[in-house]
């Protein structure tokens, strides 16, 4: 029999992840030896906790706020993505060697691939909020090929900073000018940490085309007030569920040597847990 690969998620807190619920049911499905845990961090612990996983046995594992930035920093090796976004959420060993990624990226793609064709055939994109979301979100629709990119933030500077990071095409406003750029978005996405709490964003969805598609990358509540008014709208919506689904898949497969399917068994799974404990 294979030997049994150990992976983790590593967070501070971490109670609350559903990255082992996702990780032991593909474990199971694929009748797979291996084991998938959570590990509380604290950041003074983060790198020791790095250094020594080769050591402890791990394959490798994930990696969630707040060590994102300290992961990418720990990594001698990291792919494309991490590199952009400047932070890594999935570590592995090659050779010994310590690699990270970034995996939100492509998980935020691939939510609005199977839910919403199409959506990248427009050219422009509106991302509220600026903060580590945000960073992948902006590189994902880089990648897709978003001609225009504008990032709304609450601090303006920050919105900057992000929109600097990534260069042409990308530019940075406070919400004081939000009409403008809603009336001719493709797509909106929010990255803010508004919808968790109920609060509405700062923008008229009323302005937006008749054909724009609304996500949201916050899935606690799976609709949040932001989706649900666009919906009674009438626009295309996709809620943040299946990016954290999608995200988790490349790991999986890096870890125990299969590349697990997101299936609507997992959608349920993982909904039926979030209605328990939300
Ligand atoms: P994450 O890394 O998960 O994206 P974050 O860095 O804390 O989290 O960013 C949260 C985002 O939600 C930021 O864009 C933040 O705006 P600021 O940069 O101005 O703080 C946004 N946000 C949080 N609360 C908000 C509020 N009450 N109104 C507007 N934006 C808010």
């Given at each position: 029999?294979?030997?049994?690969?150990?992976?983790?998620?590593?967070?501070?807190?971490?109670?609350?992840?559903?990255?082992?619920?996702?990780?032991?049911?593909?474990?199971?499905?694929?009748?797979?030896?291996?084991?998938?845990?959570?590990?509380?961090?604290?950041?003074?612990?983060?790198?020791?906790?790095?250094?020594?996983?080769?050591?402890?046995?791990?394959?490798?594992?994930?990696?969630?706020?707040?060590?994102?930035?300290?992961?990418?920093?720990?990594?001698?090796?990291?792919?494309?993505?991490?590199?952009?976004?400047?932070?890594?959420?999935?570590?592995?060993?090659?050779?010994?060697?310590?690699?990270?990624?970034?995996?939100?990226?492509?998980?935020?793609?691939?939510?609005?691939?199977?839910?919403?064709?199409?959506?990248?055939?427009?050219?422009?994109?509106?991302?509220?909020?600026?903060?580590?979301?945000?960073?992948?979100?902006?590189?994902?629709?880089?990648?897709?090929?978003?001609?225009?990119?504008?990032?709304?933030?609450?601090?303006?500077?920050?919105?900057?900073?992000?929109?600097?990071?990534?260069?042409?095409?990308?530019?940075?406003?406070?919400?004081?000018?939000?009409?403008?750029?809603?009336?001719?978005?493709?797509?909106?996405?929010?990255?803010?940490?508004?919808?968790?709490?109920?609060?509405?964003?700062?923008?008229?969805?009323?302005?937006?085309?008749?054909?724009?598609?609304?996500?949201?990358?916050?899935?606690?509540?799976?609709?949040?007030?932001?989706?649900?008014?666009?919906?009674?709208?009438?626009?295309r919506t996709v809620d943040g569920l299946g990016m954290l689904l999608h995200q988790a898949a490349p790991g999986f497969e890096r870890w125990f040597g299969t590349r697990p399917q997101i299936t609507e068994a997992l959608r349920a799974l993982v909904l039926a847990d979030i209605e328990r404990t939300a």
């Amino acid at each position: 029999m294979a030997e049994a690969r150990k992976a983790f998620v590593c967070g501070h807190p971490i109670a609350h992840s559903r990255s082992p619920l996702i990780h032991r049911h593909w474990l199971a499905r694929y009748g797979l030896a291996g084991s998938y845990d959570a590990i509380d961090v604290a950041p003074a612990d983060f790198g020791a906790f790095a250094a020594a996983l080769a050591a402890d046995g791990f394959a490798g594992g994930n990696v969630t706020i707040p060590h994102k930035e300290a992961a990418f920093a720990a990594a001698a090796r990291r792919d494309g993505a991490a590199a952009a976004i400047g932070a890594v959420n999935t570590l592995w060993l090659e050779d010994g060697v310590l690699c990270g990624g970034n995996t939100d990226a492509h998980g935020f793609a691939a939510n609005l691939d199977e839910r919403a064709a199409g959506w990248d055939d427009g050219g422009s994109a509106l991302v509220l909020g600026a903060g580590g979301a945000a960073r992948a979100v902006v590189h994902a629709l880089k990648e897709r090929g978003f001609r225009r990119i504008i990032i709304l933030n609450r601090t303006v500077e920050r919105a900057v900073e992000l929109a600097q990071r990534f260069g042409a095409g990308v530019a940075a406003h406070g919400y004081e000018a939000s009409g403008h750029w809603l009336r001719d978005a493709d797509l909106v996405v929010n990255t803010t940490s508004l919808g968790m709490h109920g609060e509405a964003l700062p923008v008229d969805i009323a302005l937006l085309p008749d054909d724009a598609v609304v996500t949201d990358i916050v899935y606690v509540p799976l609709v949040t007030p932001f989706l649900a008014a666009a919906a009674a709208r009438g626009l295309r919506t996709v809620d943040g569920l299946g990016m954290l689904l999608h995200q988790a898949a490349p790991g999986f497969e890096r870890w125990f040597g299969t590349r697990p399917q997101i299936t609507e068994a997992l959608r349920a799974l993982v909904l039926a847990d979030i209605e328990r404990t939300a």
